[in-house]
């Protein structure tokens, strides 16, 4: 059974950092591309951060670029999202998801939420002084 299950979140103050983590069973997240999004209250899903199968191609949303690294440890079938300078805007639950396709470094496939076939629960960020 496909199992995704976030950890990390909590309630950090504009500026600081955050480490999001996703643990990954029924399947090695090695062999799969993955990603972070994200959903505000009140708002839609949000793509933030796709690493690829390999593990050497990674992509981020304006929004998060240079802020964010995606990351992933294939020895414990872990994801990672380590998330810095922190604003108000990135207030929101996140939640990884494999995704189905194919590597490709196109945005617009990779931020289409169709294309990923399970989710975790979500870990809730709360940006806030």
């Known amino acids: 059974e496909v199992q995704l299950v976030e950890s990390g979140g909590g309630l950090v103050q504009p500026g600081g950092s955050l480490r999001l983590s996703c643990v990954a069973s029924?399947?090695?997240?090695?062999?799969?591309?993955m990603s972070w999004v994200r959903q505000g209250l009140g708002k839609g899903l949000e793509w933030v951060s796709f690493?690829?199968?390999?593990?050497?191609?990674?992509i981020y949303a304006d929004s998060v670029k240079g802020r964010f690294t995606i990351s992933r440890d294939n020895a414990k079938n872990t994801l990672y999202l380590q998330m810095t300078s922190l604003k108000s805007e990135d207030t929101a639950v996140y939640y990884c998801?494999?995704?189905?396709?194919?590597?490709?470094?196109?945005?617009?496939?990779?931020?289409?939420?169709?294309?990923?076939?399970?989710w975790g629960q979500g870990t809730q960020v709360t940006v806030s002084s």
């Open positions: 690493i690829n199968s390999g593990g050497d191609s990674t």
């Open positions: 029924g399947f090695f997240v090695s062999s799969y591309g």
């Open positions: 998801a494999k995704y189905t396709l194919g590597d490709t470094r196109d945005t617009r496939v990779i931020a289409t939420m169709t294309n990923y076939d399970y």
